[in-house]
């Protein structure tokens, strides 16, 4: 007999999985980013035990059409790019159509979901892969995950989570850097029915970093805005007077897309070591709008590191950009701070 097999599709999903889902906020990313690209103005999110035994997501966007459900949890089933030219042109945070397929092997995921135009939602329920019932449902325009029990069918990648507490820090941690790069968006986030995070969507960066990081560093910033050929940088950075002890206070953007950038970051402490004590980072709050083409987002499925095509040019404008207005203190704007 032959030795070599062609592996079924359920055992290629759940390995294809483990690429994008690796613990619930690998989850609640996709499932915030589908509700952004959605056109969502709210986005609620609920978890207990540390998103381990649920995660809940609803969203208040276009809604999924029920002709269009099964599809849509198929692997590379996507409405937003159709040929790879449009790879270049992406404006949404999604492209893969490997989410909801990835996140449904792996757990048992309700769906409740109405498109304004449709009378009827549909309630759609699918575990470890397999359907298991689809029907009417009432419903608000909009959609709801449901996701439960994850990894109940995957006891090797189970072990691999760590505590409630943890697994819920990284939620949050996510949600913060997710309602900052989408001021735009209202964030809600409840831990165990608790209010943890809350956002307005006004549309203001400088309200978001007060709702997250308190009035201490609300009052503190420097408003940056500084432009290139190709590329321009808004957002915040820290007075000196607000430096951190580490670098989880850097957060960037480009194109609307949470990344993290060892480049970006590099060039950011360089810019500020001249006005910081060793040893201590800057609070920085970076939203890059550079050339779809001059970025390659398609690097990693979880799609956080970026490949710029011009590295040091990127460098060379985020260090001039910082460090001049670093050189500016007499032009601080006064930044309102919310009674
Ligand atoms: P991708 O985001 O890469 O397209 P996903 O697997 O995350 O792939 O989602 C598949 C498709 O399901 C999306 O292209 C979109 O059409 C639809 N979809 C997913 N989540 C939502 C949502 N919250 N609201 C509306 N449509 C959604
Ligand atoms: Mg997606």
């Known amino acids: 007999m032959a030795r070599i097999q062609v592996l079924d599709q359920m055992t290629i999903d759940k390995i294809a999985a483990g690429e994008v889902i690796e613990r619930p906020a690998s989850i609640v ?5 589908n509700a952004v690209d959605a056109g969502a103005s709210t986005v ?37 790019i159709r040929c790879v030219e449009d790879l270049s042109r992406i404006s949404s945070l999604g492209f893969r159509g490997e989410a909801l397929s ?14 304004g135009e449709d009378a009827f939602g549909t309630r759609y329920v699918i575990e470890g892969g397999r359907e298991v019932s689809m029907e009417d449902a ?4 909009g959609t709801t995950f449901c996701v439960r029990q994850l990894f109940y069918n995957v ?12 697994e819920a820090g990284h939620v949050q941690d996510l949600l913060m850097r997710l309602a900052l790069s989408h001021p735009e968006v209202g964030f809600r986030f409840l831990n165990h029915g608790q209010e943890k995070l809350r956002t307005s969507g006004s549309g203001k960066l400088d309200e978001v970093i007060y709702s997250i990081y308190g009035r201490d560093v609300a009052s503190n910033l420097l408003e940056l805005d500084h432009r290139a050929p190709g590329i321009r940088i808004r957002g915040y950075i820290g007075k000196p007077v607000i430096t951190r002890g580490n670098r989880n206070f850097e957060t960037f953007f480009v194109n ?20 910081m004590m060793q040893h201590k980072f800057p609070f920085a709050v970076l939203a890059f709008e550079i050339d779809g083409e001059q970025v390659d987002v398609n690097v990693h499925p979880t ?37």
């Open 303 to 339: 799609k956080m590191e970026l490949r710029f095509q011009k590295q040091q040019e990127v460098y060379n404008t985020v260090f001039e950009g910082i460090h001049r207005r670093l050189l500016e203190p007499e032009l601080i704007p006064r930044v309102e701070v919310p009674e």
């Open 102 to 115: 990835s996140i449904a092997a792996v757990a048992k995921v309700e769906l409740i979901t109405k498109p």
């Open 256 to 275: 609307g897309r949470y990344v993290k950038s060892a480049m970006i970051s590099r060039a950011l402490e360089d810019a500020c070591k001249d006005f």
């Open 138 to 141: 009432g419903a608000a325009d």
């Open 44 to 80: 609620t999110v609920e978890i207990e035990d540390g998103g381990i035994a649920l995660i809940r997501i609803t969203d208040n966007g276009c809604g999924i059409l029920r002709e269009d459900i099964r599809n849509a949890f198929l692997r590379h089933s996507t409405s937003k």
């Open 155 to 166: 006891p090797a990648r189970r072990k691999f989570l760590k505590t409630a507490i943890t």
């Open 29 to 33: 990313k996709e499932l915030v980013e």
